[in-house]
């Protein structure tokens, strides 16, 4: 769970307001505080198993789903158009344009 724990926080925010709900709902509903929901959304805490598997099931999805951006957003669009461009190519264009993605992420990571 340690190399989750560096990544899952990016967006349990995403998939909180993706289902419309305050802290205080989502708090409400898991039986928690919204100030440990705001930790956890800005990875000031950590999020236990338990608790992983509540907040999946207040956001109807499974807990491995809180990893990933919910549907709808400018990441997911843009994961499924890579994701159609790719189906065409052939494993060595597939190759290099992945590591063409990882040079442009490695002088700005940022962006």
């Known amino acids: ?16 307001k993706h289902r419309g709900l305050t802290l205080e709902q989502t708090a409400n509903m ?3 505080k919204p100030n ?3 930790g956890w959304e800005t990875g000031g805490r950590k999020v236990d198993l338990d608790d992983l598997k ?7 999805v499974d807990p491995a789903a809180l990893l990933f ?24 264009h597939a190759k290099a344009w992945l590591e063409l ?3 442009i992420i490695s002088k700005n990571p940022e962006s």
């Open 101 to 103: 993605g990882k040079a």
């Open 36 to 38: 440990t929901i705001s």
């Open 69 to 92: 951006a919910p549907p709808g957003g400018p990441k997911f669009e843009a994961m499924k158009e890579a994701s159609n461009l790719i189906e065409g190519m052939s494993p060595e």
């Open 1 to 16: 769970m340690a190399g989750t724990q560096f990544t899952l926080h990016i967006h349990l925010r995403a998939w909180r």
């Open 54 to 60: 509540k907040l999946a099931d207040a956001y109807a």
């Open 30 to 32: 898991i039986g928690s």
